[in-house]
Each structure stands twice: as structure tokens, then as C-alpha cells.
């Protein structure tokens, strides 16, 4: 997710920031030559602005009491991700507040950073994107565990897109098509979970990445590199594909909803100093769930959208209301329940790619939703 520059879609994600890996994916016919001729286009992007990253404080103590007798509660992410969004709605609704926890925000300058911070219990909350390094730090992370979802793409949600050059439109009009091309993804390219989602999709066409020119090139600059024709397609995620739509000269062939629908893209983590406060956790996870709720309540159901978008306007690099109402927003499921299959079947693709261990402990290791249930216990029935 750090990858997207200031918008990372992890998903890594979509942060989502979600995304991207740590451990250099072996990508098939792999150059350079359009991160060498994207030039910035000045129609695209002019709306977000690079978010400001600080380091994880070394001296942070976890769970600590604040003013007012509330709960310090550290939370890091890798970027200013829209995926963000039921954290950013719960706080701006006073839903942590209410639940006693005051969120002090840590943003981490690299992936390798989220597993020294979870292990030593330097943060309490840690976004992770379905990728190598989402697998790796869980491993090493010494009794963390993944607790929600932080993006998914389930119908309507398909927060990144294949995109193709508007002038080679009718003649790229599916995956059976992408043989030669230069194609655009987010580095390190297939060890992503949007490599994994494009891998499935170009399956449909019997064509596979090795038939694709892949071009590791981070999402803001893809854009640019459509238009001067160094790319002919991208996997690009939002707000950069509805941009390079608008622009004029990038078509949208299908969204990750498509390609594969509900995919797990990218969830938060807890450290094992945080699960052992049960209390403050579990308070910690109601308020966020009731945070996604408002947000899914504003994007499916034009609930208080105005609201929610002013919320997410504010904290994230996306200030253009007007761009919120046509991008595709980030799913996130209304009680916080991850895909376990999904997480599953993508650490076999990375296995396969040699980008994780063979011997990489199964996700039910690192998996704990008793939280994410309790939450949604305590607050009902999403309807």
C-alpha cells in the first residue's frame, strides 16, 4: 500500500493499502521503460495531495490512559487509504469516544515496519494487506493476530480497475486480448493481491501473466503513463482510474468486484499485548464496526453521504467532494467479518510464486474474529 505514493489501496490495499509486498515479486517480462517515460499529467491527481509519514515512535506505550480517563489506543496504517474509512468514520462520529478510546494515529514508512510494531506491542492496531508481507509478519510477529476486515471487494465494491487506452478500446476488449500487452500494477506487481486477482481474471481468456508485459509502476503515476502511451493497460485503483477515465483516454474494462468477487484485500491486525486487554479491544472493535456500518450505510444506501464524505475528505489525500461521488468506493464488511477462503487460496498463489515459504503457517494461525463477532453481537443485525 506504502507503494501508491499517497494513496496507497492496500489494498494495501485498493492501501487498498493495502497491496503491495515486501519480498520483490519475480514478475514475467518485467521493464522499466514506463516508469522512465510516465510524465505527470495535469488533469490527473490534481486533487490529492501527498499525505505527510512519520515513523512509528519507539517510545509509544500501548493502551494507555488518556485525558479524561479514555484509552489511548495507537493505530498504524501504511497510508491515508480510502480502505481506512470505518476507522476514519468511527472517529469523526465519536463512536471510539464514546467507547471510552482516544485513536492516536501512527503511519508506518514501510511494510517491514508493521511487524517489529505489532511484535514489541509499539502499536495496538495495524493495518495489513493480503500480500507477502502481510504472511511474513504474522509469522514473525510473535502472537499477533489478523481481527477484521479493512477491505474486501464484494459487488458494487470494486475499488480498482482494469483500465485500457481509449484508442486501443476496440480491440482490447477482454482478457483473451492482453497477450503483448504493456500492462500497469502496483510493485512489486504479481506478489500483490491485486496480481492475484488479475491472475484469475486473465485465466478467463487462457492468457497468464508471463503472455503480459508487466510493468511495476505505482498507482498515481499510471495515469499519466496510459496517456503518453508508455502503458496500454492498467490495474489501477481509485480515485487514479475514475481520474484517468475522466481525462478522456482510458476506458474501464471491469472492476475487482468482477474479477473476483470478494476478494480479501487487505484487514487489521492486533498485537498480542492489545488481545490480552480484552476489554479495550473488543471496545476498540465495536466502535470501528459501527464506524463501517455508517459507512456502508452512506454508500449503499445514501445515508448521511455528505457526512460521511466530509469525514473522508478530511483525513484522507481525496479533497474533491465531487470525485467521492463518482469514484468506486472500498468495501468493508458491515460486521467486520473477514474472507478467510479468500486469505487462504491467495497464500497458495504466493507459495506457488515462490514469494512466501512453503512451510508459511496456515491463516486459522493468525486468524481470531471473536472480537469482530462480539462487536457485532453487541450491536445487532446490519439490515
Not at 124 to 140: I, K, L
Amino acid at each position: 500500500m506504502h507503494a501508491w505514493s499517497f494513496l496507497a489501496l492496500a489494498v494495501s490495499a485498493l492501501a487498498l493499502a493495502a497491496c503491495g509486498g515486501s519480498t520483490p515479486a519475480a514478475t514475467p517480462a518485467t521493464s522499466t521503460a514506463a516508469a522512465a517515460s510516465a510524465k505527470p499529467a495535469a488533469s490527473v491527481a490534481a486533487s490529492a495531495s501527498p499525505a505527510a509519514s512519520a515513523p512509528a515512535s519507539a517510545s509509544a506505550k500501548p493502551a494507555a490512559s488518556g485525558a479524561g480517563g479514555l484509552v489511548t489506543v495507537k493505530v498504524g496504517n501504511s497510508s491515508a487509504s480510502p480502505t481506512n474509512g470505518g476507522e476514519y468514520v468511527a472517529n469523526g462520529l465519536g463512536f471510539f469516544e464514546k467507547q471510552g478510546i482516544k485513536i492516536e494515529h501512527v503511519t508506518f514508512n514501510a511494510a517491514s515496519a508493521v511487524a517489529p510494531a505489532l511484535a514489541t506491542g509499539e502499536v495496538d492496531v495495524a493495518d495489513v494487506g493480503v500480500n507477502p508481507a502481510m504472511f511474513n509478519t504474522m509469522a514473525a510477529a510473535l502472537g499477533a493476530k489478523v481481527v477484521a476486515d479493512k477491505g474486501y471487494a464484494p459487488p458494487g465494491f470494486g475499488s480498482a480497475s482494469v483500465l485500457v487506452r481509449k484508442d486501443l478500446a476496440d480491440k482490447v476488449k477482454g482478457p483473451a486480448d492482453f497477450k503483448g500487452l504493456n500492462m500497469g500494477m502496483t510493485p512489486p506487481g504479481l506478489g500483490t493481491s491485486a496480481g492475484y486477482a488479475l491472475t484469475q481474471w486473465l485465466a478467463i481468456g487462457n492468457v497468464t501473466p508471463n503472455d503480459v508485459h508487466i510493468q511495476p509502476l505505482a498507482f498515481p503515476e499510471q495515469p499519466a503513463a496510459l496517456s503518453n502511451k508508455a502503458l496500454d493497460a492498467a490495474m489501477t485503483a481509485e480515485p487514479f482510474a475514475t481520474q484517468a477515465i475522466n481525462a478522456g483516454f482510458a476506458v474501464r474494462l471491469t472492476t475487482w468486484d468482477k474479477m473476483v468477487p470478494n476478494q480479501q484485500i487487505a484487514g487489521y491486525a492486533y498485537s498480542a499485548k492489545f488481545i490480552q486487554n480484552r476489554d479495550a479491544a473488543t471496545k476498540w472493535m465495536t466502535a470501528y464496526v459501527q464506524g463501517i456500518r455508517a459507512y456502508d450505510d452512506a454508500f449503499l444506501k445514501n445515508k448521511d453521504k455528505d457526512q460521511i464524505i466530509e469525514i473522508m475528505a478530511k483525513e484522507t489525500p481525496i479533497k474533491d467532494v465531487k470525485l467521492w461521488g463518482q469514484m468506486i468506493p472500498a468495501g468493508l464488511n458491515p460486521n467486520g467479518k473477514l474472507n478467510v477462503k479468500s486469505i487462504e487460496e491467495q497464500e497458495e498463489f504466493f507459495k506457488k510464486l515462490n514469494l512466501i515459504a512453503a512451510t508459511t503457517p496456515a491463516p486459522s494461525t493468525f486468524i481470531d474474529e471473536s472480537f469482530s463477532e462480539a462487536a457485532a453481537r453487541q450491536l445487532g443485525p446490519y439490515s
